[in-house]
C-alpha cells in the first residue's frame, strides 16, 4: 500500500508548458483512478500592463497545498505586448513571471516544488573573472521566495547545489529514456563495445558518458577544444581546433552526448570529424535539450551529407515545430517521467529509485538483445515505462 500524501496536490504550469503538464495530469489522473472531470492543473495568469509590468493571478486557494510549478525557461515562441508591439519573452521575463507565481501564493502553500528543466542562467555558473553567477543568485533566491524543493534535468554543472546547500536540489539524468527511444528508433543498433563507442565533445560532458558507459560497458572517447582565449565570439570563446582521445572508431556506430545544442556548431564538427577522420559507421547524439538557436539549415545539410543519422533531444524545452518533419530529429517524451517524479514526492517517499535507472536500463537491454535474436518471442517494448 502507498504511503498517504504529503498534502493535497496541485500542480501549476508556466505559460509554454500547457501541453507538457495537461500530458503529466492525464497519468496522475489515471494512475489515482480521477475522472476526466477531475483535474489537479490550476488555473494561472501572468498578464501584463500596456508598459510592460506584470502581476501574476491565481484562481483558488493553495493553503496547505503541495504545489508543484513546471517551467521552461526557454520558450521563445510565448509573447505579450509592451506599447502595442509584440516582444518574445526571454527567460528573463519567464524567471520573474515564476516568482511571480510563487508571490501569489503568498507562503500559503504546505510545500512548493519548481520543476525547472533547464536552469536559468545554468551556463552562468561559475566565475572566472569579475562577472555574475546568475544561477546560484536564481537558487538562493526561489529559497528565500519559499521553494523546498529544485527539480532539474542535465544541469549542466550540477555542483551549481552548492548554493543552496540546505535546500532540495536534485538533478535527473534521462539516461533511461534516451536509451529507450534509441532502440525504437534504431532498432538494429548492438550496444557493446564492438558495435558502439559514447563520444565526449569536450571534457565538461565526460561525466554524462561515463553514466551510458558504465550503464552499457561500452568504451567511451573525447573531445578536447582547443579554444582562442584572446576574443570572445556571442559570449563564447572561439573553438580553434577538436582534438580526439580514444580507441579506434572505425565501423562502429558513435554516440555523442551532451546536455544541450545550442547552435549546433561543436556538435556538427565533431559528428564530421568522427565520420570523415575517423570512420565512424553511424553518428548519434544524445542531447538533453534542444534550443537550435541557429535555426535548421546546418543539420539538414549535415544529414544530407551523412555526417549525423540520428539527434535525440526530450520534450522539457520548446521545440520549433518545423523540427517534427526533419526525419534526423527524435523528440523523447518526458511527460511520463515528470509524473512519476511528481506522483513519488506528493507521496513523502524517496524518488532514490527514478533518478538511478541502472535496473531498469539492464531490463531494456536485455529485451532490446532477445529482440535482434531470429527466434525471440518478446518484444522490447512490452515495458511501458
Avoid at 536564481?138 to 528565500?144: I, T
Avoid at 565501423?251 to 561543436?266: E, F, N, P, Q, R
Avoid at 520548446?318 to 507521496?347: F, G, R, S
Amino acid at each position: 500500500m502507498k504511503d498517504a500524501l504529503y498534502a493535497d496536490l496541485s500542480v501549476i504550469g508556466m505559460r509554454g508548458c500547457e501541453k507538457f503538464v495537461e500530458q503529466v495530469d492525464t497519468y496522475l489522473r489515471e494512475w489515482r483512478r480521477h475522472g476526466a472531470e477531475d483535474t489537479y492543473l490550476v488555473h494561472t495568469s501572468c498578464p501584463r500592463f500596456g508598459s510592460g509590468e506584470g502581476k501574476a493571478m491565481i484562481t483558488e486557494s493553495m493553503r496547505g497545498q503541495d504545489v508543484y510549478i513546471v517551467c521552461d525557461m526557454f520558450n521563445h515562441s510565448i509573447t505579450y505586448k509592451m506599447f502595442g508591439e509584440p516582444q518574445r519573452m526571454s527567460p528573463d521575463d519567464h524567471y520573474a513571471d515564476l516568482k511571480r507565481i510563487i508571490a501569489a501564493i503568498g507562503g500559503k502553500a504546505r510545500r512548493i516544488t519548481v520543476i525547472m528543466p533547464m536552469l536559468y542562467e545554468g551556463r552562468q555558473h561559475k566565475r572566472t573573472s569579475r562577472e555574475s553567477l546568475d544561477c546560484a543568485i536564481m537558487l538562493k533566491e526561489l529559497v528565500s521566495m519559499g521553494v523546498t524543493n529544485i527539480l532539474t534535468f542535465d544541469a549542466h554543472d550540477p555542483r551549481v547545489a552548492n548554493a543552496i546547500p540546505l535546500s532540495g536540489f536534485d538533478n535527473v539524468i534521462p539516461n533511461y529514456q534516451m536509451l529507450k527511444a534509441m532502440v525504437r528508433a534504431v532498432p538494429d543498433v548492438v550496444f557493446d563495445r564492438d558495435h558502439v563507442v559514447m563520444i565526449s565533445p569536450d571534457e565538461g560532458a565526460m561525466g554524462r558518458c561515463m553514466g551510458y558507459s558504465e550503464a552499457l560497458s561500452v568504451d567511451i572517447g573525447m573531445f578536447y577544444k582547443r579554444r582562442d582565449y584572446s576574443r570572445v565570439v556571442n559570449g563564447k570563446n572561439p573553438i580553434l581546433e577538436h582534438k580526439y582521445l580514444g580507441d579506434s572508431l572505425e565501423g562502429k556506430d558513435a554516440i555523442i552526448v551532451d546536455d544541450m545544442i545550442s547552435s549546433g556548431g561543436s556538435l556538427l564538427e565533431v559528428a564530421k570529424h568522427l565520420k570523415e577522420d575517423y570512420g565512424a559507421r553511424r553518428v548519434f547524439n544524445f542531447a538533453t535539450f534542444g534550443l537550435f538557436t541557429d535555426g535548421f539549415a546546418a543539420f539538414d545539410k549535415a544529414y544530407a551529407d551523412g555526417l549525423i543519422d540520428k539527434i535525440f533531444t526530450t520534450n522539457l524545452t520548446y521545440h520549433n515545430p518545423e523540427i517534427y518533419t526533419k526525419p534526423w530529429h527524435m523528440e523523447v517524451n518526458m511527460c511520463k517521467y515528470v509524473a512519476y517524479l511528481i506522483d513519488t514526492l506528493n507521496h513523502d517517499t524517496s524518488i532514490a529509485d527514478l533518478l538511478k535507472p541502472e535496473k531498469r536500463i539492464a531490463a531494456l537491454l536485455e529485451r532490446h538483445r532477445k529482440q535482434l535474436q531470429p527466434d525471440a518471442q518478446v518484444s522490447m517494448f512490452e515495458n511501458n515505462d
